[in-house]
């Protein structure tokens, strides 16, 4: 009866899960799903409690209540802005949390004398090196993300050679351990070892490949609960681990497809170290021309259609809020305004979107590429707002580049382009970009927001 | 580990990339952060080490894992709600006490 009781939780719980993450393809109805999605945990969570191996309360209640107030804060108090780093810590405690159940399942095990059979050791390996990959990989994402770490790749001459000699250390180790369950040294050997390739894996990719990193690493952590629930012979650790596990793979397919590169180079290549910037054109011999904030008002006032195109340089210059601003002053003129947001733009998945949100920018006001290319013919200023290689034309015509092929923004088909740069340092790529050379192009050279608020002033004068 | 987990695991990973490729671009960062909290299910198995009370260091591991996985639904729900919130459509914009 009792544990008919804790199957039927966990039913229920799959079922709101999956309905909760269905909710999410639509924006007026994601928040009710999810919040029956909570309600599916409670249930949950609930079912666990009446388990007949549960004897003691006390460590429970003791973790639980502290889990409440580690979680809320994180929940309630961090900022949007801080939204990367904050996914990636969330990443490094389910890892932890996996781990943990992992080693403890095996400890028990060795402890009172029993050998783990091999296709049990299979499921503990799995979760145990995919969650200790995963919580080395986060920390230095978040790391990265807060800038506690820098955020430029950290590379050294033979890195691929070291990691990937660390990384068949771990496989050895993991096939050694189920070949052999009672070695102990092999096993935890094996978490050593895979929390040092972690580190190392993510230590030489840099900002802007983060999308792809927090996302693949995403998949990790779930497909390590996933192995959780095959190691205890738990269905909605199961369930739930492949649900998490699917999101991170169809996210970090989105994001390599977006900027045309593949898992491998993204995680080898080292993106924006020296050799990257070979082969780029030169700027030697153009000119940029720069716009004062007053002319710059003018063009905006008048102006029918203004696509912006937001960056990560919004994001760091917390311009979001005047962005807003200036779109329902423009809108109030009777010009339209509509935003164009690339895959890649910020550190994470979403980014740009969560932070245009935040500044209250109503949603059916974003667009995606696909979306919005078609419309840049139409428009009479591009604004662009601390994006640089999303923008850069270089990717479809300059066979050189070293994002060539990565599909962009078509901001170079606009009439006029206004860029909002602070100054003229290359994008993360370490590439010139021609957009800002090009005639019609004009630079208004400071920080984000002080030039956004000038504008505003000027605009409200004309 | 027997086959019929094996069968869960292929059929949820299915519905899950047939229902997750559908969240549009607007979603993808909210989506990272609901599957963070329905991640957080690992509770189930750490309450399970922290209260089997069959071994003093899986005890404390479990204890731990319990912290963890306690943070990140908490911490995840209530910052994918906060999220959602934010999301407003244009109608509702002009119709909302602003």
């Given at each position: 009866m009792r544990d008919t009781l804790i199957q039927a939780s966990y039913l229920l719980a799959s079922v709101l899960f999956i309905l909760g993450l269905r909710s999410l393809t639509r924006p007026d109805r994601a928040r009710r799903g999810m919040q029956q999605a909570a309600v599916g945990m409670l249930f949950a969570i609930v079912g666990t409690l009446l388990n007949h191996t549960i004897v003691d309360y006390r460590w429970i209640a003791g973790g639980l209540v502290l889990g409440v107030i580690i979680g809320y804060p994180m929940g309630q108090w961090v900022p949007m802005t801080a939204m990367?780093?904050?996914?990636?810590?969330?990443?490094?405690?389910s890892a932890l949390a996996a781990t943990l159940v992992g080693i403890a399942e095996y400890h028990t095990e060795i402890a009172a004398g029993v050998v783990?059979?091999?296709?049990?050791?299979?499921?503990?390996?799995?979760?145990?090196?995919?969650?200790?990959?995963?919580?080395?990989?986060?920390?230095?994402?978040?790391?990265?993300?807060?800038?506690?770490?820098?955020?430029?790749?950290?590379?050294?001459p033979g890195q691929n050679v070291v990691n990937g000699a660390i990384f068949l250390g771990v496989i050895g180790l993991f096939v050694y351990s189920i070949v052999n369950p009672s070695a102990q040294w092999a096993f935890y050997s094996m978490i050593g070892a895979s929390l040092i390739f972690g580190i190392l894996l993510v230590m030489p990719i840099g900002g802007a490949d983060m999308p792809v990193v927090v996302a693949l690493l995403n998949s990790y952590s779930g497909l390590a609960s996933c192995a959780t629930g095959f190691a205890i012979g738990n269905v909605i650790l199961i369930i739930s681990g492949s649900l998490d596990g699917a999101s991170g793979f169809i996210l970090s397919i989105l994001m390599s497809k977006a900027m045309n590169r593949s898992f491998t180079n993204v995680l080898f290549g080292a993106f924006g170290s020296e050799t990257a910037a070979i082969g780029a054109k030169s700027s030697a011999g153009m000119t940029v021309r720069s716009i004062s904030v007053e002319d710059a008002a003018i063009q905006l006032a008048y102006a029918q259609l203004v696509i912006v195109i937001p960056g990560y340089g919004m994001a760091?210059?917390?311009?979001?809020?005047?962005?807003?601003?200036?779109?329902?002053?423009?809108?109030?003129r009777g010009g339209e305004v509509k935003f164009?947001?690339?895959?890649?733009?910020?550190?994470?998945?979403?980014?740009?979107?969560?932070?245009?949100?935040?500044?209250?920018?109503?949603?059916?006001?974003?667009?995606?590429?696909?979306?919005?290319?078609?419309?840049?013919?139409r428009a009479d200023v591009a604004l662009v707002i601390g994006a640089n290689d999303v923008v850069n034309p270089a990717a479809r015509n300059d066979k050189a580049s070293p994002i060539y092929g990565m599909p962009i923004l078509n901001a170079d088909h606009a009439k006029s382009v206004i860029v909002l740069k602070r100054g003229m340092a290359a994008g993360f790529a370490g590439i010139e970009n021609e957009l800002f050379y090009d005639k019609r192009t004009s630079m208004l050279f400071g920080d984000a927001k002080t030039s956004l608020t000038g504008l505003i002033t000027e605009i409200k004068n004309v | 580990?027997?086959?019929?987990?094996?069968?869960?695991?292929?059929?949820?990973?299915?519905?899950?990339?047939?229902?997750?490729?559908?969240?549009?671009?607007?979603?993808h960062t909210p989506l990272m952060a609901a599957t963070n909290a329905i991640s957080g299910i690992s509770l189930v198995g750490s309450l399970i080490a922290a209260g089997s009370a069959r071994d003093q260091v899986a005890t404390i591991l479990g204890f731990i894992a319990v912290i963890a996985a306690t943070s990140n639904i908490v911490g995840g729900f209530l910052i994918t709600d906060r999220m959602l919130r934010m999301f407003k459509s244009g109608s509702d914009t002009k119709a909302g006490p602003r």
């Open positions: 990367p780093q904050r996914i990636a810590l969330s990443l490094t405690f783990p059979e091999h296709t049990r050791m299979l499921a503990l390996g799995f979760e145990i090196m995919l969650g200790s990959i995963t919580v080395g990989g986060t920390i230095i994402a978040a790391g990265k993300l807060q800038e506690w770490l820098t955020s430029k790749p950290v590379t050294y760091v210059a917390q311009a979001q809020h005047a962005v807003r601003e200036l779109a329902e002053l423009i809108e109030k164009a947001v690339h895959p890649v733009a910020g550190r994470m998945p979403g980014h740009m979107n969560v932070l245009l949100a935040e500044a209250n920018v109503p949603y059916d006001k974003l667009y995606d590429m696909d979306e919005i290319n078609s419309e840049f013919d | 580990m027997n086959l019929l987990e094996l069968y869960v695991f292929v059929l949820a990973a299915f519905v899950g990339y047939m229902v997750i490729s559908r969240v549009p671009p607007l979603l």
